[in-house]
């Protein structure tokens, strides 16, 4: 019966276009569209199409919350875009917007609390908020969860869902989701998209997501926009209809745009070596052994200082995994698997020299060490870097100056030697024309290609990369898994974390499967 | 860390009363220890608080996990009031420089007695007192602007956060070649450089979380509560607690003649 208190929105877009403050370009223009009540768009196009910008629009938000339109008086803002006839900005709580970032989409840190947030700002009556609340967290799935539960202890997947219900419970008439999954692993991504239909088919609310998976939502809209970069005069809209219609008409358009199309597989180079590393070896150095973890335990979590108890003697950490047993050898692909909280980053990072182990070893061959020890984790960073580079699954984390060529020839620095191979990435990485770009303004793929470059500007024997392929787009991903095919027959050991199957057949090797936490 | 902000289940009595309520017990008697230094009204209200850890669902390893900083603080203030103190009385202990005697021992534990008795309200409130709790108290009953209020609560979720990415940054940027050791001068730029790196993170953070907060409606003139901060009957033993253990621990001192006016003259 309370799905009767949700009214459908209507989105009106004439001539509507917005310029960022301190942009020249506007990041979306000349936007002519009708969204009637009820109706569910999937919005695709490359990035820089605007699709973002559309969305904080009609979310209310666009100059607000600081970042790069911190001063909204510079922004500018053309023709209308309305929600029921009125601007986004009146319609407080007509609209409610999911985005990509788990962590920032929770306010609270009770569950009950998180969910009721959004209701109390809209000044709803308490004794109806927590009917509300209890309502929307069923409509999610997590309704089992007591409403006093921490919310840092859930999921990515449940993070998400946990938004859509904080968002369910304003009563909103159109659903905003802003690549809601792009972070998810895949049993995550499709809890929320089941959640996010189950709610539509209950409120009939309208929908507008903007993701770059067609897959995993094809089914649940009727229909797709396509949107394009903005130039003066023309369309924002390059395609709009029926999602069978729009994918058999733009097929090549949005394979070029680098979306994900159903059923289109991105072509990729070819391990030359053969993938299963069974083929001829294409050089010498091929197989050998690199690095071995044997009875290894990992935590993020460094040794407590003890109480009387333990005679004040360290407390080692709670791992999160243990007795992992791996090897990584030259020009040999090594994914790990496994579901979330296995600790999969983790012993990563500590494969890597970043963490020490709880328990066991992880030891380096003559062959890698050359001379700096066997423990990669005692090793100084400029012994580490030309050795074990590893990628970061947040490329932002490892951009150390303001400048993309600086990050480039920053490791080669740090070393004294290797300046001339920035160049040949800087090609081969299609970095050339952002060489004076701050790393910090890139799009998504700009900031992946530019991490796995600086890493491999000090030319190590392992690369070590962390879910490399979370929300790239397809062209990314093909030129990302291109390269490492090629950097895997030309010697080095490639370790990835990743759940992206399709990445790991690409690389071949071997995989290593965690079990779910050791607790 | 972020296990910090909640109680971690913690369902003792007194996390269950009003955070104002227990707020105003603490510093009434924190006021009365500050107005004296001496041991018998420090003594006296240590003892009801040590009782009182149960109903804070404290037990002393929690506390000591908890406290251990203002419990050194403390320690460390006491002994040396012991043996920099004028001398009165008999000289117990002389080392050169250094000497107790009967007057300065009595000073200095009563400035350790007091250090705890002061200190362990602190812990004792933060111990059963859920930052939520204090925020919707702080807004619906001490009237704090709300924006303010909500705000301040939902960026000290972050900070949990920021300590996980200061390590996670660490971390990459050792990836990249830039090391922690080296002489302090080098240490210190790594520090700067890491720095700034969370800066940036937290700035960020902060803004997507601002935008979160500004689609759910935040920042309205309006806005009810889902949770009623109020007052209840155990409330009012909650104040009573704090005076009585502030008047009994004033009491006992003037009665056993240790009072001692900490502020005399200037008031």
């Known amino acids: 019966m309370n799905a009767d208190d949700v009214r459908p929105a209507a989105v009106t877009a004439r001539g509507w276009g917005w310029r960022h403050a301190g942009r020249s370009r506007p990041a979306i223009s000349g936007l002519d569209l009708d969204i009637s009540p009820g109706e569910r768009v999937l919005l695709l196009g490359p990035s820089g199409a605007g699709k973002s910008t559309l969305l904080h629009a009609l979310a209310g938000v666009l100059g607000e919350g600081g970042g790069a339109d911190a001063d909204a008086d510079d922004a500018d803002e053309t023709g209308s875009l309305l929600i029921d006839g009125a601007p986004p900005r009146d319609r407080r709580g007509r609209a409610g917007l999911v985005q990509q970032d788990p962590e920032t989409q929770v306010v609270l840190s009770r569950v009950g609390d998180d969910v009721a947030f959004g209701a109390e700002n809209l000044a709803v009556p308490p004794a109806e908020i927590w009917a509300r609340v209890g309502e929307a967290l069923d409509d999610v799935g997590l309704g089992s969860l007591p409403l006093g539960h921490p919310t840092s202890a859930l999921s990515g997947g449940q993070k998400q869902r946990l938004a859509l219900a904080g968002i369910l419970a304003m009563r909103p008439g159109l659903l905003l989701l802003d690549e809601p999954t792009a972070n998810l692993d895949p049993a995550g991504v499709l809890e929320v998209r089941d959640a996010v239909g189950r709610c539509l088919d209950r409120t009939g609310a309208t929908l507008v997501v903007v993701e770059h998976r067609v897959s995993v939502w094809k089914d649940l809209v009727d229909r797709i926009v396509v949107l394009q970069p903005g130039s003066a005069g023309e369309s924002a809209v390059l395609l709009d209809g029926p999602p069978d219609r729009v994918l058999a008409e733009a097929r090549e358009m949005l394979i070029a745009a680098g979306v994900w199309v159903p059923g289109h597989v991105p072509a990729t180079r070819a391990r030359s070596a053969g993938g299963t590393g069974q083929g001829p070896e294409p050089g010498l150095e091929a197989g050998r052994l690199l690095l071995a973890a044997e009875s290894l335990a990992v935590s993020r979590d460094r040794p407590r200082r003890g109480g009387l108890r333990t005679r004040f003697r360290a407390v080692p950490p709670v791992p999160v995994q243990e007795g992992i047993a791996a090897q990584v050898r030259a020009g040999r692909a090594l994914t790990i698997t496994g579901p979330n909280g296995a600790g999969k980053s983790t012993f990563a990072l500590t494969l890597a020299g970043l963490l020490a182990p709880v328990a066991g070893t992880v030891s380096a061959t003559t062959d890698l060490s050359a001379g700096a020890g066997i423990d990669p984790y005692a090793w100084k960073a400029q012994q580490l870097i030309p050795r074990i580079g590893t990628v970061f699954q947040e490329p932002e984390h490892q951009f150390v100056t303001g400048r993309v060529l600086d990050e480039l020839t920053f490791g080669p620095r740090q070393l004294g030697r290797g300046a001339d191979r920035v160049d040949e990435l800087l090609e081969r990485l299609r970095l050339r024309d952002l060489v004076d770009a701050n790393p910090y303004t890139l799009s998504g793929g700009e900031k992946r290609r530019l991490s796995v470059a600086t890493v491999l500007a000090a030319h190590p024997q392992v690369l070590v990369l962390d879910e490399p392929t979370f929300g790239q787009d397809a062209n990314t991903w093909a030129e990302l898994a291109s390269f490492l095919s090629e950097l895997l027959d030309a010697g080095t050991a490639v370790v990835s974390v990743t759940h992206d199957a399709e990445f790991s057949d690409v690389l071949g090797g071997d995989e290593l499967k965690l079990q779910g936490a050791a607790a | ?267």
């Not at chain 2, 320690?75 to 009385?89: H, K, N, V, Y």
């Not at chain 2, 956060?161 to 971390?171: C, K, S, V």
């Not at chain 2, 700067?192 to 979380?209: H, K």
């Open chain 2, 1 to 267: 860390m972020r296990e910090a902000l909640t109680l971690e289940g913690n369902r003792a009595l007194l996390a269950r009363a009003n955070p104002l309520a227990k707020f105003s017990g603490v510093v009434l008697v924190t006021v009365a220890l500050a107005l004296s230094i001496d041991w018998v009204s420090a003594s006296v209200a240590l003892v009801f608080e040590v009782l009182l850890f149960p109903l804070a669902g404290l037990t002393p390893a929690l506390l000591w996990r908890r406290g251990w900083p203002l419990i050194l603080a403390a320690a460390l203030g006491g002994w040396s009031t012991a043996i920099l103190a004028p001398d009165r009385g008999r000289i117990l202990v002389d080392v050169g420089l250094w000497s107790i005697s009967e007057g300065s021992l009595q000073l200095g534990l009563g400035f350790l007695l007091r250090g705890l008795a002061i200190a362990l309200p602190a812990v004792l409130l933060m111990s059963c007192t859920d930052p939520t709790d204090l925020a919707d108290a702080l807004a619906q009953q001490a009237r704090l602007p709300h924006r303010f209020v909500l705000g301040t609560l939902a960026a000290m979720r972050l900070v949990g956060l920021m300590a996980e990415e200061w390590q996670t940054i660490g971390m990459a940027r050792r990836a990249r070649g830039v090391g922690s050791h080296g002489s302090p001068a080098q240490r210190a730029r790594a520090m700067l450089g890491q720095s700034f790196g969370l800066l940036v993170q937290a700035v960020r953070r902060a803004s997507r979380l601002a935008v979160t907060m500004e689609a759910r409606g935040f920042g309205g003139a309006r806005r009810t509560w889902a949770r009623q901060a109020r007052f209840t009957g155990l409330d009012v033993w909650v104040v009573l607690g704090g005076v009585v253990i502030a008047g009994s621990a004033v009491a006992a001192a003037v009665a056993a003649g240790t009072w001692n006016m900490v502020f005399l003259g200037q008031q």
